[in-house]
Nanobody, 122 residues
Framework: QVQVMESGGGSAQAGGSLRLSCTTSRYITYMAWFRQAPGKGREEVAG???????GYAASVKGRFTISKDNAKYSLYLEMNSLKPEDSAVYYC???????????????????WGQGIQVTVSS
């Protein structure tokens, strides 16, 4: 079993920035961020692999940056130009197997954090 723990988040004004961090209990090759807003389903945000390759949802591309520190078992999400619609609970996810590439599919991830709240006010 792999433990996944998110930190960071909180509140920001529209146009502001926040940074999320995620740490796992052991080395993971493929990781991603997802989010769920009130009354909506969980959706993809961004993914990364051990080679520095990344992928983004269209809604955040150009505003969010995902990065992975293999040595620290950590994943980060730098969120800039925040919008009220970015408000959600953000989840860090870790894959249990070799995905063959960056994935933004929820079913590819076996381990999930508890989630952390991000609130953006207008």
């Amino acid at each position: 079993q792999v433990q996944v723990m998110e930190s960071g988040g909180g509140s920001a004004q529209a146009g502001g920035s926040l940074r999320l961090s995620c740490t796992t209990s052991r080395y993971i090759t493929y990781m991603a961020w997802f989010r769920q807003a009130p009354g909506k389903g969980r959706e993809e945000v961004a993914g990364a692999d051990h080679m520095g390759r990344t992928g983004y949802a269209a809604s955040v591309k150009g505003r969010f940056t995902i990065s992975k520190d293999n040595a620290k078992y950590s994943l980060y999400l730098e969120m800039n130009s925040l919008k009220p619609e970015d408000s959600a609970v953000y989840y860090c996810a870790a894959a249990a197997r070799n995905l063959g590439g960056v994935s933004l599919r929820q079913e590819d991830y076996a381990y999930w954090g508890q989630g952390i709240q991000v609130t953006v006010s207008s």
